[in-house]
Nanobody, 119 residues
Framework: VQLVESGGGLVQPGESLRLSCVAS??????????MRWYRQAPGKAREWVAG????????KYADSVEGRCTISRDIARNTVYLQLNNLKPEDTALYYC???????????WGQGTQVTVSS
């Protein structure tokens, strides 16, 4: 299993970014994996941001991003997205894609994509 993130960058407060995570080694169409985004700011613990059940499309968000963030998936492209709107300096972090199978406890991580929000 491989997860490759992209889409990070340097933006000003209030702007938006869309992060992508391309998964290989399993397919969204037939897998039991949940896809999740985490982030880790300098000096802080890694925190969960959002999650989606790949087959059903059910989503869930952390309170810190609720209303500003949308997680989605493209089954045909085996890709999960994280749309971040109205970005704030406190959103600055390395964002990681995670695949987790709740039935086997198998879990995989991407290398991360940096999001920096600064004026």
């Amino acid at each position: 299993v491989q997860l490759v993130e992209s889409g990070g960058g340097l933006v000003q407060p209030g702007e938006s970014l869309r992060l992508s995570c391309v998964a290989s080694g399993f397919t969204f169409r037939s897998s039991m994996y949940n896809m999740r985004w985490y982030r880790q700011a300098p000096g802080k613990a890694r925190e969960w941001v959002a999650g989606i059940v790949t087959v059903a499309g059910v989503t869930k968000y952390a309170d810190s991003v609720e209303g500003r963030c949308t997680i989605s998936r493209d089954i045909a492209r085996n890709t999960v997205y994280l749309q971040l709107n109205n970005l704030k300096p406190e959103d600055t972090a390395l964002y990681y894609c995670n695949a987790y199978n709740p039935y086997t406890s198998n879990e995989f991580w991407g290398q991360g994509t940096q999001v920096t929000v600064s004026s």
